[in-house]
């Protein structure tokens, strides 16, 4: 195998690592989206419920809930812009592993004429 064509293997295997992490992050920011979600709404129905100290702490309530739906918004924004590096892993995954099976399959072309090479020149030898 040339060098050009195990550089690139070598950079498709780090590519695939890359896209691996954004995905990873991607899914991990929605996770904590999600999670703050389930927060605001589980703290808006304690707000309501018997026994609650909503009454006396209003404000409280108030403040943990908006908090917990700006925690949500910001990992959103966090998600969508991992979502676009994923992207852009994604695009230069793709773009080096037609690179490497270019170079795998010139590679291959050469050994092949080397082999005929090799075989005309034995048989013109013999002749």
Known sequence: ???????LKKLVKVQEQ???????????????????KRDAEE??????APGSLSALFPDVYNRRISDALARADEENGKA????????SATARTNIVERAYRQA??????HMEERTLLDLIEQQQTRG
């Open 1 to 7: 195998m040339a060098p050009r064509t195990q550089r």
């Open 18 to 36: 890359l896209t691996a992490l954004h995905e990873m992050r991607h899914a991990m920011h929605l996770a904590a989206s999600a999670a703050a």
């Open 43 to 48: 703290i808006a129905a304690g707000f309501d």
């Open 80 to 87: 969508s812009a991992e979502a676009a590096q994923l992207a």
């Open 104 to 109: 795998r399959r010139a590679d291959e072309r």
